[in-house]
């Protein structure tokens, strides 16, 4: 075995499997659209099966599932209250998609889909998306009004609502980098680790299994949080798009 | 000597943005233990509060490292 090259971000490649265009547009099957798929279906699976029985009693597996159905519902009710369940598919397949798209990194061998800045971007985007619809639709001119809050002087206005949208605008962007900082971060720390195991001398090998054994128990914990924080956000956010007048 | 040869340096310091960011973890935390020893009954309400505050600090440190990463790609 050749001297390992220390290269911590080459296992972020995306690479093409698969070249496929349609009209021009680049639609080739690369690893990343792979590990979407696997970690759709293990998703689909892992939702149709431990529930299949539908016992009243539920048995272990069916237990899983209902704890995240009721993580979600009651974040939902709590901070959208009644007519939140409207939202909660969106929520729930999101949850759902993040966590298993996460969780699939820490596979050996795996690809975390959400380490790319495309794949958050766009789940953060359709989130933002959807919130301006909601709120456009919700409140027709009275959108612009969420940017200038109450009881303001209106020489201060002029100051706040620069301030206001600026903010406004960095929710998605601060959603997206978020989860794609936290997966590409973690991911690295493992490879530098792994790279200092596998130069070291044999007694001297242990140190690095062992932190990488523990740093790949808090990175399962980080991805777990992580697809809470993205679900938890959204939801205040579309609570935030309802505010009620 | 061209730019290139600072950007290790600018990789340094942008890792020392993190510097904050531990800071903000070890409040957290210090005020979640804190009280806790107040009223241990609060427990399970406090700790989902103090998890959330955590991923959202512990985000900081990354933008940091993003930066970082940034800075690395420019040479």
């Not at chain 1, 149709?48 to 009693?57: E, K, N, T, Y």
């Not at chain 1, 790949?216 to 609570?239: G, H, K, N, P, R």
């Amino acid at each position: 075995m050749g001297e390992p090259r220390f290269e911590p971000l080459s296992h972020f490649e995306v690479r093409p499997i698969l070249e496929l265009t349609l009209f021009g547009m680049d639609i080739s099957i690369s690893n990343s659209v792979l590990w979407i798929w696997l970690s759709v279906f293990s998703a689909l699976l892992f939702l149709l099966f431990a529930s299949r029985r539908g016992l009243f009693i539920p048995d272990r597996m069916q237990v899983l599932v209902e704890m995240l159905y009721l993580l979600i519902r009651d974040m939902v009710e709590k901070n959208i209250g009644k007519e939140g369940m409207a939202y909660f598919p969106l929520l729930f397949t999101l949850f759902v998609f993040v966590l298993f798209c996460n969780l699939m990194g820490l596979v050996p061998g795996g690809f975390a889909p959400t380490s790319q800045i495309i794949v958050t971007g766009s789940l953060a985007v359709t989130v933002f998306i959807f919130t301006i619809i909601l709120r456009v639709v919700r409140h027709k001119w009275g959108f612009f009004r969420a940017f200038a809050p109450e009881g303001l002087p209106p020489v201060l206005l002029l100051l706040m609502i620069p301030v206001e949208i600026i903010s406004f605008i960095a929710r998605p962007i601060s959603l997206a980098v978020r989860l794609f900082a936290n997966m590409t971060a973690g991911h690295t720390v493992l490879a530098v680790i792994a790279f200092f195991g596998l130069v070291s001398p044999w007694f001297v090998a242990w140190a690095p299994l062992g932190f990488s054994i523990i740093f790949t128990a808090m990175e399962i914990f980080i991805a777990i949080i992580q697809a809470y924080i993205f679900t938890i956000l959204s939801c205040v956010y579309i609570d935030d798009a309802l505010a009620y007048e | 000597m061209d730019s290139t040869t600072w950007i290790p340096v600018g990789m340094g310091l942008a890792a020392v943005g993190m510097m904050g960011s531990g800071l903000g973890i070890g409040y957290i935390f210090g005020k979640m233990i804190e009280a806790v020893a107040r009223q241990p009954e609060a427990e399970p309400v406090l700790a989902k509060y103090a998890w959330i505050g955590f991923a959202l600090v512990e985000t900081i440190a990354l933008y940091a490292l993003v930066i970082a990463f940034i800075i690395m790609g420019q040479g």
